[in-house]
């Protein structure tokens, strides 16, 4: 049985720790503000260091204090706090979706969202390296801080900036002091279990301003909250995450900055997060927090960088170069009972009777990436960059149909794909910006692309499988565009406009060869989709309590990539046209020293220019997956307890509007509504020195929040992702 409402011992103990530390938090380094001010954030986003508010464009920067100070962990906590950005999960973390301004298609077949960890692209941009649902999860422990930049950013960050770009900026070593921090994370879900975390860093200077090197490790566990009525077992989305960073700053000379990383990251979780819901009633099928299944649907995740680079001062500018390799391997498994009702009478009638059926995708990458960039010094009235990239991506990916009987594995290989694929991409790139005036400046960017993919071979051995077609090759030449004007109407107030484009590459797609009629199934190639978007935006500063940034964009998206049937076989084609609209703004305001209250909202009005009628999709039906409306408030309060403590209040809100999973007439998957919902996170605390502890009560009103959902293979019921019951926890910090 499910606990509601009930806290139990260890929910107890979690309070009176917090009452008898008096409040105690970590927050001491974690408010944006200082001396009454509020605090300019320094952003990377155009590839140069600037302040946020100087960027020509819609962008969200949090530093990692303020993102610590609310315990952010995993990107569903994230899109409460960026106007426009929805995440979708497809089983708990390690497997998430993120979308920007509406930009998606559903069931998106390559990322649609760019995700950088510094400057290194993560993971894979194209169709064959599987990325879409498997986002990075950084948390926020060693983050100096996360950019959101939304629109596409084709120019400076290539293929996959589509939609946007999520930029982990990872807190860099310092050549000055010795800096430590240890982090321990207790907490209790609500109809779940016990939650911890241990996370620690250090700096060390090796030489004092000319060597350091600095050390993370984290490890996150979650209990789980999700039980299964087949086998009776409880919490079976428990889940573990660890990571591992050591970077190297060396300065040997003035000008010269040598950078060196490496970071492993492991994700294993035992189950989805998922709850089962009877299709026609749209209620639970097997209570609360609960679904059936017969199979394990374990994800496990394996992820490691290595980069090496350096900056130098050549006088007029600043040469940059960065190398890294990057290799990733993923498994899980995904129960489908479809395949268990189309392939089961014929599995019967060849004497290998089943019960269920399960996928078990395997993706993996190996990326190699290389970046030499050039940027003239700041200040002189023509400023300009120009950089080459490239990269080579080889991506292995397997997938099985297994099926099952009484709960165990038949012995026969239904059917097995596996496509081993390779991706290079050269890249020539630039912009310049000329101010006309003081007040006045113009930015012309450009970028020349070229990709090669080898769709290497496939084969399909198994009960009810045939030979493929291999060795499918596709070339293509893109070029991208950037345009922005502003005007500065006072030094800290001003209006720009924007004007820039995306892609994302096609490929290959796998061919299968009828085995009676010799007929050649599937379409060989499908096309990039390209859109542009078009955006005007202000950005103010008032007494320096008081910032509004707020923008409006229109974008033109066409040839969009969808799943569809050709010839009998699922391919990859290209759609008509799709249009989103919207504004979005944040607002934050100081009205005294020790108060800040800060929100932010976002409209999406993203929807089909043009009928699909492969996917049975109308003009004028809402993308999928993207919420028109998301709003989201916070307040944080400090105050002097004596001797010399500090302590804190806070409290955030946030809504997420209603989704559609697909379009109304659509077979698979079926047409769904995400409902909207709304949290509230509550936490206090007090800090002294380097010493903290905050106590958080995160989804105080024990929301069920549904993110997503598979109406694919769980007929008659869909599965439905939610997210995280009520949580009480405390959160201990010591620096020295």
Known sequence: MKRSGVFSRQTAFLFACGSAAGWHSAYADESSTTAGAIEEIVVTAQKRAEPASEVPQSITAISGDVLRSSNTQTLADLSARIPGMTVTGSGGVGANQIILRGITSGSDISPSVAVYIDDIPYGGVTVQSRATNTAFEMGSFDLDRLEVLRGPQGTL???????????????????????ARVQLDGSNTDGG??????????????????????????????????????????????????????SVLAKPVDWLTLRATVLGQHIDRDGSNQIDFNAPTGQPAFGDLTQSSRIAQTFSQRYRLYSVGGDADVGFGTASVTVARQNSATEFVQEAPLYTHSLGPILARLGHPIDDTSLSPSPSSNITTVEARLTSNPGSALEWQGGLYYTDESNGYTNAIVGYLNGVPIPYTI??????????????????????????????????????????????????????????????????????????????????????SGYRPGGPNVQVVDPITGTVRGGSTFQPDTLWNYELGIKLALNDVLTLDTSVFHIDWKDIQLQSVVNGLTAFVNGQRAK?????????????????????????????????????????????????????????????????????????????????????????????????????????????????????????????????????????????????????????TYRF
């Open 157 to 179: 960050y290539g293929a996959a900036a589509f939609g946007g770009l999520v930029k982990y900026v990872l807190t860099p070593p310092s050549l000055e002091s010795f800096q």
């Open 193 to 246: 279990g016990f939650n911890s975390g241990v996370r620690a860093a250090a700096n060390v200077p090796l030489i004092t301003d000319t060597l350091a090197v600095r050390m993370s490790v984290v490890r996150n566990h979650d209990a789980g909250f999700i039980d299964n009525a087949f086998t009776g077992a409880s919490n079976i989305n428990a889940s573990t995450s660890t990571a591992a960073r050591v």
């Open 415 to 500: 059917a097995l794909y596996s496509a081993p694929t390779s991706y290079k991409e050269y890249a020539a790139f630039g912009d310049v910006t000329y101010h006309l005036t003081h007040s006045l400046d113009a930015q012309l960017g450009v970028r020349f692309s070229r990709n090669d993919q080898d769709l290497a071979e496939t084969y399909y051995p198994g009960l009810v499988s045939g030979p493929t077609v291999s060795g499918i090759q596709s070339s293509e030449n893109v070029t991208t565009y950037l345009a922005t004007a502003r005007y500065h109407f006072t030094d800290s107030d001003m209006v720009y406009a924007r004007i820039a």
């Open 580 to 732: 989103s609209d919207g504004v979005e703004t944040a607002l934050f305001y100081q009205p005294l020293r020790n108060l800040t209250l800060s929100a932010t909202a976002s409209y999406t009005n993203a929807r089909l220019a043009d009928a699909v009628p492969s996917i049975k999709a109308a003009s004028g039906e809402r993308l999928p997956n993207a919420s028109r409306a998301s709003a989201a408030a916070r307040a944080d309060y400090r105050m002097s307890l004596g001797s010399d403590w500090t302590g804190f209040a806070g409290a955030s809100w946030s809504y997420i509007g209603n989704r559609t999973v697909s379009y109304n007439a659509s077979v698979s998957p079926l047409h769904y509504e995400l409902p909207a919902y709304q949290t509230v996170d509550l936490r206090l605390g007090a800090e002294r020195g380097g010493l903290g502890l905050t106590v958080y009560l995160r989804n105080a009103g024990n929301t069920r929040g549904q993110i997503s959902a598979d109406t694919t293979f769980n007929l008659p019921y869909y599965r439905i992702s939610v997210i995280e019951p009520r949580t009480v926890g405390a959160l201990l």
